[in-house]
């Protein structure tokens, strides 16, 4: 007597293979000594950086940046109002 093996679903997916994309973002490699690459970027950098992105982009992120920052009053963050840090 023969055995049925049921269908697993995953048996049903199909895969597709997409081609790559023309145009690649690459960047440059993190320092691997000495430079810190937490340091602040300076405003050279940044604006090079703002200079490649597409316009609404860098607008979008200059509405954003300019928006005021509210921090909810809750008692983890009363201290850290109170010294001023916040």
Do not use: C, F
Not at 19 to 42: F, H, I, K
Request: hydrophobic residues 40%; glycine residues 4%.
């Amino acid at each position: 007597m023969e055995s049925v093996v049921p269908l697993h679903p995953n048996d049903l997916i199909e895969l597709a293979q997409y081609p790559d994309p023309v145009l690649r973002q690459t960047y440059p490699p993190l320092p691997r000594r000495g430079l810190n690459p937490n340091a602040v970027a300076s405003d050279g950098v940044v604006s090079g950086v703002m200079a490649r992105l597409p316009v609404v982009v860098a607008q979008q992120i200059a509405q954003e940046v300019s928006k005021p920052v509210t921090v909810p009053v809750t008692p983890e963050t009363d201290p850290y109002l109170a010294a001023g840090w916040l």
